[in-house]
């Protein structure tokens, strides 16, 4: 075995708390390479680290050189996300690489802003990302992203521009009707108009757009999951018992249609009391690993009850915007990191490009 074979073997054999799984495999090792004293080592992934790649490399390093005693390495870390293979037999939507649905089964449970905040957490992470409300009867995502009053512009009146707030592109029925006016459809008419919405919005080449799936398994999650490209799903949902068996239900929906579940993320799982800082769990303990474990995926990520959270959302500045360094904006972040780095280990979808012909004078 050669000495790039044995440095490529134990960077296949390293271990990163932050993940279950081990972050390096084959197609993330671009090259090794023995300059001079150096060892040279190339990495590229298929997810942003963001502000978490200094702290990866510096790890990284250290477990090399105490593996490598005799040899010094120097590392070259990139990322490069890629579109991945969807169940769909519907065509992929050129401009938007992988779409991740999130659904609870229940309402009530948070879903709306943990999609929001999800969304600006990959985006600070290095990504481009879009949101799209997917709930025609009660669209929330204007109020959310602050941005009740705007509306999408249209250069050909056929399709329209998504509204960027925060950085992120958006797009609700909400920003289309009267808030007063109430949406009285029948199911195929919202699906209809859910399939409008995605398809007929000019999304600017985005990495992840993450849907908020309304609350039920009825049409509009059926319309989402045969008709549109989806990539995967996230299921959100509290601790307590009656939101695990609507949870439940969701997981159930995307299994009978091949949408991969990348993960659970439990809600409103402990609160602090802000006056003597006494913490109790209100809706039950242990539920989403519960039901994580149950249907064989990873929880993800914890999330507690917190004033603060719904104040940033009502006022229209998600934690993530109103502070980006906070403790649940942190929670955030390495839910985004971990949501991002599953979804990096789904086969990925061939999209030919065509080549650049150059013609020449000779």
């Given amino acids: 075995m050669t000495n790039s074979e044995l440095i490529k073997q134990k960077l296949l054999g390293f271990e990163y708390p932050a993940f279950s799984f081990k972050p390096i495999n084959d197609k993330v090792i671009q090259s090794i390479e023995e300059v001079t004293d150096k060892i040279k080592i190339k990495l590229k992934f298929g997810f942003p680290l963001g502000s978490y790649q200094a702290q990866f490399e510096q790890d990284l390093l250290v477990w090399l050189n105490s593996e490598l005693a005799d040899q010094s390495c120097v590392l070259e870390i990139s990322h490069k996300i890629t579109a991945h293979s969807h169940p769909a037999k519907v065509k992929a939507m050129p401009q938007v690489k992988n779409i991740i649905a999130v659904a609870s089964g229940k309402g009530g449970v948070g879903k709306s802003t943990t999609s929001v905040n999800l969304a600006l957490a990959l985006q600070s992470l290095g990504a481009k990302v879009g949101v799209l409300d997917a709930d025609i009867y009660g669209p929330s995502m204007p109020i959310m992203l602050g941005a009740e009053d705007k509306h999408p512009e249209s250069s050909d ?39 409008q919405l995605i398809n007929d919005t000019q999304w600017d080449d985005l990495d992840y757009l993450i849907i908020d799936l309304p609350p ?7 319309t989402m999951a045969q008709k549109i490209p989806v990539t995967a799903a996230l299921v959100v949902t509290t601790p307590q018992d009656i939101a695990l068996a609507d949870a439940r239900k969701a997981v159930t929906m995307f299994n009978k249609v091949s949408v991969p579940v990348l993960g659970v993320v439990e809600n409103m799982a402990m609160h602090t009391c802000s006056s003597c800082g006494h913490e109790e769990h209100i809706f039950g303990a242990g539920g989403g690993e519960k039901l994580a474990e149950e249907i064989g995926v990873e929880l993800l990520g914890s999330l507690p009850l917190m004033l603060s959270i719904r104040e940033d959302v009502d006022s229209g500045k998600p934690s993530l915007v109103n502070d980006s360094e906070s403790k649940i904006s942190s929670k955030y972040k390495r839910i985004a990191l971990k949501l991002a780095a599953k979804l990096s280990l ?14 020449e004078n000779s």
């Fill in 346 to 359: 789904q086969e990925e979808e061939f999209r030919a490009d065509f080549p650049t012909i150059t013609i």
């Fill in 216 to 222: 039920g398994t009825g049409d509009i999650q059926l």
């Fill in 157 to 195: 009146k056929k399709s329209i521009f998504p509204v960027t707030a925060h950085g992120i592109q958006s797009m609700s029925i909400g920003y289309l009707v009267k808030p007063e006016q109430a949406m009285v459809w029948r199911g195929p008419m919202a699906s209809g108009a859910l399939q």
